[in-house]
């Protein structure tokens, strides 16, 4: 089965600077890559997922790069701010069913003011 | 209100217990999972349900069972409660392919202490 990896596991980033997370995959079948977020006391929220045929995906501050032949996938978040400070979990799976899909440990992000 | 909804929020028992976690959606989603989050380790999946009828074992499903009552309500059991059962659990759903987005819908969490 898919095996997610996911570093770092905590990350302190100055306000205003760019943050990175990086996970690799074992499946190279794998074809689909959530980024999910979790505030405190909240349950994870989906903020970017991008999939095998694209190598980048934007959103205003947040942008996700896969690397198919490394089996790697990197989340970047650019102009960080405090509210960006949370829980991040990546994730992978081969056949774009949830039942798949295999997290990673978790990165906890914080912002320093 | 919450589209997920998880009942208890917070839950502390003792070992040998039976204990239900209930989670309802109104989201019109076919849908259900249960998830537990372990520090470390991620979020793992313990049973999912693609309609009423359809009961699957995950990642983790040993020492669980579910209850699928409607399309709206997914119940989490443990027969006999242990402590290494402490942990966060996630009720979610998601819509199915045929609307093809795969999101997972979260609700906020049970965290279940087993002493």
């Known amino acids: 089965g898919e095996n997610v990896e996911q570093h770092p596991s905590t990350l302190s980033v100055q306000e205003g600077d760019s943050a990175v997370i990086k996970c690799t995959y074992s499946?190279?079948?794998?074809?689909?890559f959530p980024w999910y977020k979790q505030e405190l006391g909240k349950g994870p929220q989906l903020i970017i997922d991008i999939r095998s045929n694209v190598g980048e995906k934007k959103d205003q501050r947040i942008a996700v790069t896969l690397n198919k032949t490394a089996k790697h996938f990197s989340l970047h978040i650019t102009e960080t701010q405090p509210e960006d400070s949370a829980v991040y979990f990546c994730a992978g799976t081969s056949n774009f069913g949830n039942e798949k899909l295999t997290f990673g440990t978790g990165t906890r992000l914080t912002i320093i003011p | 209100d919450a589209d997920v909804t998880q009942t208890p929020r917070n839950r502390i028992t003792k070992t040998g217990k039976r204990i239900m976690l209930e989670c309802s959606q109104t989201k019109g989603h076919d849908r259900m999972y249960w998830y537990r989050q372990d520090p470390g380790l991620g979020l793992r999946l313990i049973y999912y349900?693609?309609?009423?009828?359809?009961?699957n074992k995950g990642e983790i499903s040993d020492g669980y069972s579910v209850s699928r009552q409607a399309q709206a309500k997914f119940s989490l059991s443990l027969e006999s409660a242990i402590p290494n059962q402490t942990a966060l659990y996630f009720c979610?759903?998601?819509?199915?392919?045929?609307?093809?987005?795969?999101?997972?819908?979260f609700g906020e969490g049970s965290r279940l202490t087993v002493l």
């Open positions: 349900s693609f309609d009423v009828k359809d009961i």
């Open positions: 979610a759903t998601s819509g199915g392919p045929e609307l093809d987005t795969g999101e997972l819908f």
């Open positions: 499946d190279s079948a794998s074809n689909y």
